[in-house]
């Protein structure tokens, strides 16, 4: 079973710019969530699709914002960059199809760097 | 306060050595706890998941959970060069897909 992908995996930006970051879940998935990796924060949750719908959302500014699509596939996107976007942006998949634990599985990440 | 600490390590033991690393946390809605294994340039790997509070066993791996004290631990066994790794607790207050809180991990080597 192939695992949850991420493109780009790495990526490098100018402050003002716009990007947009891919998630593939893994196959049968419904749910995908999206976590920014910093030295200083750790993992901190950004927000969670699931059938298309955003479920929950963390603490974040409105330049980032995400999307899902029909096939669970999902985006997403950060207007007008900062430095302090440059992180490590994890997507993860999981069934999420109830109530109970679910595992995330994650991928392996879009290293962005905003110059 | 940030909702869970963790210490950040670095955490350097010998082959064979048992392992604690432990979190703690201040939100009482938590109830369910995770354990994630994280190599370098990966994303994290689930390795245990409780609920509420009690042990949890698997392999050479043991999770406790302690809601009285907010305070959960992971103990590994007979610890491997393998295990080498960011292990990073997580919690929820729903379960599924919910928002899951980290801690900012600990950074184990274990040396041969």
């Known amino acids: 079973k192939a695992g949850v992908t991420q493109t780009p995996r790495y990526l490098i930006k100018t402050r003002g710019q716009q990007v947009t970051l891919s998630c593939s879940p893994i196959?049968?998935?419904?749910?995908v969530s999206w976590y920014q990796q910093t030295p200083g924060q750790g993992l901190q949750f950004l927000f969670e699709?699931?059938?298309?719908?955003?479920?929950n959302k963390g603490n974040f500014p409105g330049r980032f914002s995400g999307r899902q699509f029909s096939n669970s596939r999902s985006e997403m996107n950060v207007s007008t960059l900062e430095l302090g976007d440059s992180a490590l942006y994890l997507c993860?998949?999981?069934?999420?199809?109830?109530?109970?634990?679910?595992?995330?599985?994650f991928g392996p990440g879009t290293r962005l760097t905003v110059t | 306060q940030k909702e869970v600490e963790q210490d950040p390590g670095p955490l350097s033991v010998p082959e064979g050595a048992i392992v604690s690393l432990n979190c703690t946390y201040s939100?009482?809605?938590?109830?369910?706890f995770m354990w994630y294994r994280q190599y370098s340039r990966k994303g994290p790997e689930l390795l245990m998941y409780?609920?509420?509070?009690g042990n949890k066993e698997d392999g050479r791996f043991t999770a406790q959970v302690d809601k009285s004290s907010k305070y959960i631990s992971l103990f590994i066994r007979d610890s491997q060069p393998s295990d080498s790794a960011t292990y990073l607790c997580?919690?929820?207050?729903?379960?599924?897909?919910?928002?899951?809180?980290f801690g900012k991990g600990t950074k184990l080597t274990v040396n041969p």
């Open positions: 993860a998949s999981s069934l999420a199809t109830g109530t109970g634990v679910y595992e995330q599985y």
């Open positions: 196959s049968g998935h419904r749910s």
């Open positions: 699709y699931f059938s298309e719908t955003q479920r």
């Open positions: 939100n009482s809605a938590f109830q369910y």
């Open positions: 409780t609920y509420s509070s």
């Open positions: 997580a919690m929820s207050s729903q379960g599924g897909s919910e928002k899951l809180v």
